[in-house]
């Protein structure tokens, strides 16, 4: 499986931006999507998910309302719209994968498979 995350960047307060994140290697629908950040000093954090199949998304209640993961399945490509950007969604962006259950959709250890990073900056 491998996860190929791209679409960051430098960006002003208010602002948007849209990453991606192709995947392959892997064809079950079964699988989850996962976004997750990390800041520098912090620990990894859930961002957002979707499943390969169905309808369901998930958040993070520092994101509702702002963000929107959705997928492609004929692109084999999972985006995350990310508008009304803050200073504090400043990070880098990790894709992930895994045949996860529901109870650990948000976790981390819910992942077998990451990409590699994207930062995301956002200041003035």
């Known amino acids: 499986v491998q996860l190929q995350a791209s679409g960051g960047g430098l960006v002003q307060p208010g602002g948007s931006l849209r990453l991606s994140c192709a995947a392959s290697?892997?064809?079950?629908?079964?699988?989850?999507m996962g976004w997750f950040r990390q800041a520098p000093g912090k620990e990894r954090e859930f961002v957002a998910a979707?499943?390969?199949?169905?309808?369901?998304?998930y958040y993070a209640d520092s994101v509702k309302g702002r963000f929107a993961v959705s997928r492609d399945n004929a692109k084999n490509t999972v985006y995350l719209q990310m508008d009304s950007l803050k200073a504090e969604d400043t990070a880098v962006y990790y894709c992930?994968?895994?045949?996860?259950?529901?109870?650990?959709?948000?976790?981390?250890?819910?992942?077998?498979?990451w990409g590699q990073g994207t930062q995301v900056t956002v200041s003035s």
């Open positions: 992930a994968a895994g045949r996860t259950i529901l109870s650990l959709i948000t976790t981390p250890r819910g992942y077998n498979y």
């Open positions: 979707i499943r390969w199949s169905g309808s369901n998304t």
């Open positions: 290697g892997f064809t079950s629908d079964d699988y989850a």
